[in-house]
């Protein structure tokens, strides 16, 4: 008997935020060269999904449905309400109606500029599964945090703060996004050690507050500038389920390269 852990059964989740780039015509071309990238048989190991901005979600559902391509649609941003006086927002019922599968939540990108909190990444997570998706969890630490000696209680803290109140069956189906914000744009990439490291952290923070069916089966995607030539490598980390790409993901070909990162696997 070999003391080896179990392969990890977790299905590997790569998801392509656009962020703000790409108006509705670019994002049908996107989609549309993606879909012709990517062969039936690449889903069988893989989930794929793509987060447009909000002007994009309908052409983009409407070109996935049209053409029976097995990507997930998904969103970067949500209010936590499901309707009322919120000028500007979207509610969650409005993006489960157009198929949308997965939010990204607590993106780092929403935490600093636009001041999200724990607090308010918890209420947004609750509000997406209350409308039958899946959120994307983001927790990440700064540079001075990481050079304090202070990412693993940062992180630690983030994912407490923002699963609170979420029982373990709720937290198996969850993915949460481990992005460096030092990594994140700048061409950085946390070695695959570093990112393992860390995702494992936080498996092990599931383990004891939620228990180890929750740890076992919560994907969890590593981020910050994941390209097709360093994807192999991270994917290849037993505790890292997945990717949340951006720059990359606005290319289709670069993007359908990291999908098929077992293609490129030593
Ligand atoms: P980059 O891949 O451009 O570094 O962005 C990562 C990210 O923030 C994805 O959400």
Redesign the pocket.
């Known amino acids: 008997m070999s003391n080896e852990p179990a392969p990890n059964s977790r299905k590997p989740l790569i998801s392509g ?1 656009w962020k703000m780039n790409h108006n509705h015509f670019e994002a049908i071309q996107t989609i549309q060269k993606l879909a012709y990238a990517l062969n039936p048989r690449d889903y069988d190991h893989v989930d794929v999904s793509v987060h447009p901005p909000f002007t994009d979600l309908r052409s983009v559902q409407t070109v996935l449905q049209a053409d029976e391509v097995p990507v997930s649609l998904g969103a970067q941003n949500v209010h936590m309400a499901s309707h009322g006086a919120f000028t500007g927002e979207i509610a969650p019922p409005m993006l489960a109606k157009l198929n949308v599968e997965y939010v990204i939540v607590g ?1 780092s990108e929403r935490r600093e500029l636009f001041g999200e909190t724990d607090e308010v990444v918890n209420q947004k997570a609750k509000a997406v599964l209350a409308a039958d998706m899946t959120p994307i969890v983001c927790v990440g630490e700064t540079l001075e945090q990481r050079q304090a000696g202070e990412a693993e209680s940062t992180v630690s803290q983030q994912i407490s703060g923002s699963l609170a109140g979420l029982s373990g069956d709720v937290v198996a189906g969850l993915v949460i996004a481990y ?1 460096p914000i030092w ?3 700048t061409g950085a990439t946390a070695t695959p050690n570093d990112a393992q490291l860390m995702c494992a952290h936080i498996r092990s923070l599931v383990r004891s507050r939620w228990g180890d069916s929750a740890a076992d089966s919560v994907r969890i995607q590593y ?4 390209k097709g030539g360093n994807a192999p490598e991270l994917m290849a980390q037993p505790d890292i389920d997945g990717a ?5 993901s606005l290319d289709a070909d670069e993007f359908a390269r990291i999908v098929n990162f077992r293609l490129y696997q030593a």
């Open positions: 935020n993106h992005e990594a994140i744009g981020g910050g500038s994941v949340l790409v951006g720059g990359a």
